[in-house]
DNA sequence: TAGATTGTTACCGT
DNA sequence: CACGGTAACAATCT
């Protein structure tokens, strides 16, 4: 579920815990520690005190106090949970209760509130100060120069174009749903090389990625796509009829329209 | 029931 | 080194 628009939505909720000590930190999950994070090294880094920003790094969630971040990372679907407020969509995955059972992270607030990780799936991490050097320009700020830069190739054809927008070192917090629905709507094939792009097309991807991104937050999130509900096998492109083709790209099951994508 | 899944990482091969 | 392909991870839903 979280792609970047999703983890934004839970970085809006976060700041919500802004200025809150910590009171008292509780993992009934240890796997989602990251190495080399551990429950002692959460307790001895966070308890006693307030958290003084909520920040997002593409798909990643910092919660900064002085001298130290926690991190975040939601896997296929996690959520979080804050004073028993759950920022997810319930359109699209809706579990019929929060069951206790998935909170596998959770901070108490000295004023008896609370933060928690809740994640059926069990790929969420949580990680002190996470390696933020290795993620791209977050892709809600990106220029149109990052665009480029992200997809500047050193030699040959490069990766494929859907790939690259995957590859969350030269671009942070594109997903699989965000990347077919950008390439659909810029009409442009996921797996053309990324040196194959023109300035023309380059121009495009940006603009549509960043109309894309507006667009589906404010119907609600990565999910809510113009191809959503043409992703089975059998689906038809809505701009024009054609019946869509299932590939695999970048190791991602993709969706596309051989009619107008090229 | 078999198959698919919105994320990340490691590893192998070219 | 860059990149593709694959598997692994884990649990749930259709």
Redesign the pocket.
């Known amino acids: ?3 970047v628009l ?1 983890v934004e939505r839970y970085r809006e909720l976060a700041e919500g815990v802004v200025g809150r000590p910590v009171a008292k930190v509780v993992v009934p999950d240890p ?1 989602c520690l ?1 190495d080399p994070t551990t429950q002692a090294g959460l307790r001895r880094a966070l308890v006693g005190v307030p958290f003084e920003r909520a920040r997002r790094h ?3 969630l910092l919660l900064d106090q002085p001298g130290v971040s926690l991190g975040l ?5 996690g959520g979080l949970l804050v004073d028993e407020e759950l920022a997810i969509d319930r359109l ?2 809706a ?2 209760e929060i ?1 206790e ?2 909170i596998r992270f959770r901070l108490y607030f000295a004023d008896g509130g609370q933060l928690s990780l809740h994640d ?4 969420g ?1 949580v990680q002190l100060d996470p390696d933020e050097s ?1 993620l791209g320009p977050d892709v809600l700020s990106l220029t149109e120069g990052d665009l480029r830069t992200a997809l500047a ?4 054809p ?3 174009l859907k ?2 927008l ?3 070192s030269k671009l ?1 917090g ?6 077919d629905e950008i390439l659909w709507r810029a009409d442009l094939a996921p797996d053309r ?2 040196a194959s792009l023109d300035r023309t097309e380059e121009r495009r991807l940006h603009r549509v990625m960043q109309r894309t991104l507006a667009e589906l937050t404010e119907r609600g ?3 809510m796509g113009d191809l959503m509900d043409e ?1 089975h096998p059998g689906g038809h492109c809505p701009r024009d009829g054609t019946e869509l083709v ?1 590939t ?6 993709t969706f596309w329209c051989p009619g107008h994508q090229r």
Request: aromatic fraction near 6%; proline fraction near 8%; charged fraction near 25%.
């Open positions: 579920m979280p792609e999703e796997h990251a593409g798909k990643l990372r939601f896997g296929m679907t699209i995955y579990p019929a069951g059972q998935w059926p799936r069990r790929f991490r290795r190739v050193r030699a040959g490069g990766p494929a790939a690259r995957l590859d969350q942070a594109v997903g699989n749903l965000l990347a090389p990324c999130g990565s999910h992703r299932r695999v790209v970048g190791g991602r099951t």
